[in-house]
T-cell receptor
Framework: GAGVSQSPRYKVAKRGQDVALRCDPI?????LFWYQQALGQGPEFLTYFQNEAQLDKSGLPSDRFFAERPEGSVSTLKIQRTQQEDSAVYLC?????????????FGPGTRLLVL | SQKIEQNSEALNIQEGKTATLTCNYTNYSPAYLQWYRQDPGRGPVFLLLIRENEKEKRKERLKVTFDTTLKQSLFHITASQPADSATYLC????????????FGKGTRLHILP
């Protein structure tokens, strides 16, 4: 079956521009996570959904970052007024249920470069 | 705050030898710990999970240990192969937060032919 897909794979934005990153999780997966990964670092947690409910957004770096999952499947991460420090790879992951220790299945990521 | 430390330098291992990667955590007690592999330009891929009541877990050439007293997990790859070259990420679970995990920075492993 299809894995997690993300689009676009690459995005170049001018500073101040708004961007929207899309994640298509594995069908039927309840949990969805967004991470930000800087070069040479591990993925940093941004936010977490259980179906359509955003249960944890403690990792969002500022109020310029907004995520939604309105129907409990596809999710969009929006960054407003992008800054150069937003340049990173944005990873999406989904997991089947919500028990502790569930395997997270990752997409390939969206590489964002803000000029 | 919760802190996770992995070998900060890249690890070079001769093909056929055992590679051992270390993950240390401080300031919390995870109920489980996961290990992921990440290749350049790709998302992480799950390898193994070990729970706090398990001392050791094996899967083919992989072995993970979990010492809750030392607050440490060791990840071993036996009979290493060049195809094992990748970055390996340690990810302890966050207590009372269901399936939320926190990733370490990862260790880059190079298996030399």
């Amino acid at each position: 079956g299809a894995g997690v897909s993300q689009s676009p794979r690459y995005k170049v934005a001018k500073r101040g521009q708004d961007v929207a990153l899309r994640c298509d999780p594995i069908s039927g997966h309840v949990s969805l996570f967004w991470y930000q990964q800087a070069l040479g670092q591990g993925p940093e947690f941004l936010t977490y959904f259980q179906n359509e409910a955003q249960l944890d957004k403690s990792g969002l770096p500022s109020d310029r970052f907004f995520a939604e999952r309105p129907e409990g499947s596809v999710s969009t991460l929006k960054i407003q007024r992008t800054q150069q420090e937003d340049s990173a790879v944005y990873l999406c992951a989904s997991s089947l249920s919500t028990g502790g220790g569930e395997t997270q299945y990752f997409g390939p990521g969206t590489r964002l470069l803000v000029l | 705050s919760q802190k996770i430390e992995q070998n900060s330098e890249a690890l070079n291992i001769q093909e056929g030898k055992t590679a051992t990667l270390t993950c240390n955590y401080t300031n919390y007690s995870p109920a489980y710990l996961q290990w992921y592999r990440q290749d350049p330009g790709r998302g992480p891929v799950f390898l193994l999970l070990i729970r706090e009541n398990e001392k050791e877990k094996r899967k083919e050439r992989l072995k993970v240990t979990f010492d809750t007293t030392l607050k440490q997990s060791l990840f071993h790859i036996t009979a290493s192969q060049p195809a094992d070259s990748a970055t390996y990420l340690c990810a302890p679970g966050v207590p009372n937060r269901d399936d939320k995990i926190i990733f370490g920075k990862g260790t880059r492993l190079h298996i030399l032919p």
